[in-house]
């Protein structure tokens, strides 16, 4: 079965940087896009961006083009999302998740248990 | 960017009562690719509608989605305890773009 797990909870400092994983088992992995998406205590959901498996392309939307980095390690199936330059209002739980189909366009179908993210001096 | 807006923003119903909850984009979302998710609280997001009409694996019947262009709806036919969440449209036609709405939550009379 499909499963999306990513890394434990962490605190971090004003400024610091934050780098997160999302290991996938149970599908190929190389045939399905992986978005990240947020959310802030008590908010709703904010979409991040997506990386392509395949070949690595990513996109991202404006609100973090410049801060945020999406990677992958086809080797261990594995997705990885950084977020540099860190301020109280990152504080959120962090989520990947898997589109339903293969290809760009698509519902997110498959997510992880989240990591939540306390950023605090 | 297409901008998504959900209403209302709270709808207060009893068990066996029909939701009905909707979603418009600021521009026509191509194919009609909008999806619906629910969330309660401590999980993350489960995918119920894509495509606007179509059922995920395993969802309920009683959860049916409708639209097109720029209007969109998630009705329950009849609320069960277990649908009580907050309920969260996303289009994914903008592509390579996509946006989630703000949420309706979904709660106990």
């Known amino acids: 079965q499909v499963q999306l797990v990513q890394s434990g909870a962490e605190v971090k400092k004003p400024g610091a940087s934050m780098k997160i994983s999302c290991k996938t088992s149970?599908?190929?992995?190389?045939?399905?896009?992986m978005h990240w998406v947020r959310q802030a205590p008590g908010q709703g959901l904010e979409w991040m961006g997506w990386?392509?498996?395949?070949?690595?392309?990513?996109h991202y939307a404006q609100k973090f083009q410049g801060r945020v980095t999406v990677t992958r390690d086809t080797s261990i199936s594995t997705v990885y999302m950084e977020l540099t330059r860190l301020n109280s209002d990152d504080t959120a739980m962090y989520y990947c998740?898997?589109?339903?189909?293969?290809?760009?366009?698509?519902?997110?179908?498959?997510w992880g248990q989240g990591t939540l993210v306390t950023v605090s001096s | 960017e297409i901008v998504l807006t959900q209403s209302p923003g709270t709808l207060s119903l009893s068990p066996g009562e029909r939701a009905t909850l909707s979603c418009r984009a600021s521009?026509?979302?191509?194919?009609?690719?909008l999806a619906w998710y629910q969330q309660k609280p401590g999980q993350a997001p489960r995918l119920l509608i894509y495509?606007?009409?179509n059922r995920a694996t395993g969802i309920p019947d009683r959860f049916s989605g409708s639209g097109s262009g720029t209007d969109f709806t998630l009705t329950i036919s009849r609320l069960e305890p277990e649908d009580f969440a907050v309920y969260y449209c996303?289009?994914?036609?903008?592509?390579?773009?996509?946006?989630f709405g703000p949420g309706t939550n979904v709660d106990i009379k």
């Open positions: 998740a898997r589109l339903y189909n293969v290809g760009l366009v698509g519902a997110l179908h498959y």
């Open positions: 149970g599908y190929i992995f190389s045939d399905y896009y």
């Open positions: 990386i392509n498996p395949n070949s690595g392309g990513t």
């Open positions: 521009q026509s979302v191509s194919s009609n690719y």
């Open positions: 495509g606007a009409s």
């Open positions: 996303q289009q994914y036609g903008d592509s390579p773009r996509f946006t």
